[in-house]
Structure formats: structure tokens, C-alpha cells
């Protein structure tokens, strides 16, 4: 158990539909960060928070959007869903912005989210 | 932007066989860091190397960091079933977020 919690776990939906990913990080860990996981993909990087502020942004669709609330929590919103948003969405938190020093990412369990 | 590759995508070996997983990245890392993910699950933290040409032992695993911080390498010594998953390195350069590599997908026969 990596102190990481999301949910849903699952999660079917339909096309045009418009969901909500949520996260709470690890007692302490002010970093949370967004990424999207598909078949036979990496971890593709969405966006990061670092208590309360939006530090950085990777290959997230116009349609997506991100907040990280004042005790820290996370959520990603995901609408107008596509087919091809069909993925593993994991949630992971660190201590530390970014640093040279030890800053590993602690990973939630994920949420499942199929669109038909 | 910055691109970690790694190879391979897939490895199957023989229970006690060794492994080699390798990264490289397109521009220089300030420190890499390797994950691994069992199959169904999350990925989970191995190791963080930050020094050029740094060396690190973790029982069967040793990780290794390029002398140029542009590449980096995983070994399992004879490989156990208890290794499968797919092991991710990810690298960042200065100030920026960790970039994944797309992994390489482990699989042991018993």
C-alpha cells in the first residue's frame, strides 16, 4: 500500500460523457501528479500540482482539466470522452517539487476508465 | 522534448536466466529513477541514480548510470518468477517532471 488512494477504481462510460478522477496523496506529500497508462504504453505524463499550483503540464488534451484543492487532493476531469481515452489513470505523489535529491513518486492503484 | 527510449519492449527468459533492460534519453539527465509494475498493478519506486557512471546493488538488481547521465541499465541476475512485471525507467533533466520510458515487459518461465 503506497499511502496513495484513488477512485473510483472503475469507471464505464459513454462517448461524450464527462468524468471526475480523484486522488489524495500521501500524508505529507505536497507533489501530485497525473498520468495516463494505455495498452502496451508507457506512463504518459498529464500534470503536476505542488500544494495547490498547476508546476507543470505534459501531452494533456484540451479536454482534460486538473485541480489540486487546499488539503491537497487531487482531480482530474476528463469530458467530451472519446474510444480512445479508454485507459489506466494513476494518480502518484512526492514530498518535493523537483530535486536532485531522493524524490521518488508514489503510485495509487489507478482507475480503470472504459468509454463505449 | 526530452525522450526516453528503452529496450526492450518485451523479454522472455528462462526462470534463472539474467535480464538486461536498457534507457537512454535524448538529452542529460540530472537523475534517473527505475520503477517496476507487476502485472494488474501500480508501479513502484526500485531506485534513484543521481552521479555519473553510479553503480547500485539491490540483492539480484544492479542499476547503472551512464558516465554522460544519457543512459542507464538494469540487471537481474537469475531471474526468478517473482520478477515479472514491466520495469520503467524515467528521467528528468534540471527542473522539469520525470519522462518515462515506455518499459520492458518481463516475463520468467518457470
Known amino acids: 500500500d503506497s499511502g496513495v488512494t484513488q477512485t473510483p477504481k472503475h469507471l464505464i462510460t459513454a462517448t461524450g460523457q464527462r468524468v471526475t478522477l480523484r486522488c489524495s496523496p500521501r500524508?505529507?506529500?505536497?507533489?501530485v501528479y497525473w498520468y495516463q497508462q494505455s495498452l502496451d504504453q508507457g506512463l504518459q505524463f498529464l500534470i503536476q500540482?505542488?500544494?495547490?499550483?498547476?508546476?507543470a503540464k505534459g501531452n494533456i488534451l484540451e479536454r482534460f482539466s486538473a485541480q489540486q484543492f487546499p488539503d491537497l487532493h487531487s482531480e482530474l476531469n476528463l469530458s467530451s470522452l472519446e474510444l480512445g481515452d479508454s485507459a489506466l489513470y494513476f494518480c502518484?505523489?512526492?514530498?518535493?517539487?523537483?530535486?536532485?535529491?531522493?524524490?521518488?513518486?508514489?503510485f495509487g492503484p489507478g482507475t480503470r476508465l472504459t468509454v463505449l | 522534448g526530452q525522450q526516453v527510449m528503452q529496450i526492450p519492449q518485451y523479454q522472455h527468459v528462462q526462470e534463472g536466466e539474467d535480464f538486461t533492460t536498457y534507457c537512454n534519453s535524448s538529452?542529460?539527465?540530472?537523475?534517473i529513477q527505475w520503477y517496476k509494475q507487476r502485472p494488474g498493478g501500480h508501479p513502484v519506486f526500485l531506485i534513484q541514480?543521481?552521479?555519473?557512471?553510479e553503480v547500485k546493488k539491490q540483492k539480484r538488481l544492479t542499476f547503472q548510470f551512464g558516465e554522460a547521465k544519457k543512459n542507464s541499465s538494469l540487471h537481474i541476475t537469475a531471474t526468478q518468477t517473482t520478477d515479472v512485471g514491466t520495469y520503467f525507467c524515467?528521467?528528468?533533466?534540471?527542473?522539469?517532471?520525470?519522462?518515462f520510458g515506455k518499459g520492458t515487459r518481463l516475463s520468467v518461465i518457470a
Open positions: 502518484a505523489s512526492s514530498l518535493k517539487l523537483w530535486t536532485r535529491s531522493l524524490n521518488e513518486q508514489f
Open positions: 500524508s505529507g506529500d505536497l507533489s
Open positions: 500540482y505542488y500544494n495547490g499550483e498547476e508546476r
Open positions: 538529452t542529460t539527465l540530472s537523475n
Open positions: 541514480l543521481v552521479k555519473s557512471g
Open positions: 524515467a528521467g528528468n533533466s534540471g527542473n522539469t517532471p520525470l519522462v
